[in-house]
C-alpha cells in the first residue's frame, strides 16, 4: 500500500519562522545526547521482506573515509525507505521538506516528482518549523557537544573540544546544517545507523537519516537550498 505524502492542510499552512520558536530551539540544542549507538535488535523484532533494489541501496559502502555496513533493512518498513514519489508537497523543485508528524523528509525534483526518506524526529526536532535555508553541509563531521549539555552530563567532557568522525560519531557520515538568515537555528539534519529509530519519535537529535539516506541526500542539496519544516 503505497503510503499519502504530505495532507492538503500541511501544504497550505502559513510557515512564519517565529523568534519564541528559534530561541527554544537554541535552548533545547540541536545535537544527541549520546554517541551514534550500535544498532540493537530487540527479542522478535517485525521483519520485513527485502527486494534486491532496497539490498543495493542500503548495502554496505566500504569506499568511505570510514567503511559502512549494510543497514538491517529488513528491520525497515518499507514505507520508510527511500523512493521517488510525487511532490504533493506545493514547494518548488530543490526545496527540502521535513515533515515531522509523518516522519518523512522530501527533496522536490523537477517534472513534479520528490525523492521521500524515511526519518526518526528528535525532541530538539520538534522545537521549530518555519522556512530557512541548508547553509552549508559537512562529510564525516565533529560533534561538539554545548556547555549545558556537558554540565548536565558530565561524561561528555571528553568532547568538549570535539568528537572525532567516524562511525559512533553522533552526527554520522553527513549533517546538513540550518540558518535562518545568518542565524545558525542549531537544527540539523544528519546520519544514524539505527535502523529502529526511523519512523520514530527518538529520544535526541534533530532529524535522523540512515548513513546510506543522509549520503544521498547530501550528494543531491547544494548550500543555500531552501528548507520548510511542519509541524
Known amino acids: 500500500m503505497t503510503p499519502s505524502v504530505l495532507t492538503p492542510s500541511l501544504t497550505r499552512r502559513q ?36 527486494t534486491p533494489e532496497a ?13 559502512i555496513p549494510a543497514a538491517r533493512v529488513e528491520l525497515l518498513n518499507p514505507i520508510y525507505r527511500r523512493q521517488e514519489v510525487a511532490n504533493e508537497t506545493g514547494e518548488a523543485p530543490g526545496t527540502i ?10 527533496w522536490t525534483l523537477p517534472n513534479g516528482r ?9 525532541r530538539a526536532g520538534f522545537a521549530w518549523e518555519g522556512r530557512a535555508h541548508m547553509a552549508y ?13 556537558i554540565l548536565r552530563q558530565p561524561e561528555l567532557e571528553v568532547y568538549r573540544h570535539g568528537q572525532p568522525p567516524g562511525l559512533e560519531n553522533a552526527l554520522g557520515p553527513r549533517a546538513l546544517y540550518i540558518h535562518q538568515g545568518n542565524t545558525d537555528t542549531l537544527y540539523r539534519i544528519h546520519g544514524n545507523m539505527d ?17 546510506q539516506d543522509v549520503i544521498d541526500l547530501y ?13
Not at 520528490?114 to 528528535?122: D, F, L, P, S
Open 15 to 50: 510557515l512564519l519562522a517565529g523568534g519564541a520558536s528559534l530561541a527554544a530551539l537554541a535552548l533545547a540544542g540541536c545535537t544527541p545526547t549520546t554517541p551514534n549507538p550500535r544498532i540493537v535488535v530487540p527479542a522478535g523484532p517485525i521483519t520485513y521482506e527485502v
Open 55 to 67: 539490498l543495493a541501496m542500503y548495502g554496505p559502502l566500504p569506499d568511505e573515509q570510514f567503511p
Open 97 to 106: 521538506i521535513v515533515d515531522t508528524a509523518n516522519r518523512f523528509l522530501y
Open 114 to 122: 520528490a525523492m521521500r526518506y524515511g526519518v526518526g524526529i528528535g
Open 137 to 149: 553541509k559537512r562529510k564525516w563531521p565533529v560533534w561538539t557537544p554545548p556547555s549545558d549539555m
Open 195 to 211: 535502523v529502529l529509530s526511523i519512523g520514530q519519535a527518538v529520544s535526541s537529535g534533530c532529524v535522523r537519516l540512515l548513513f
Open 219 to 231: 550528494e543531491r542539496v547544494p548550500s543555500g537550498a531552501p528548507i520548510v519544516v511542519l509541524q
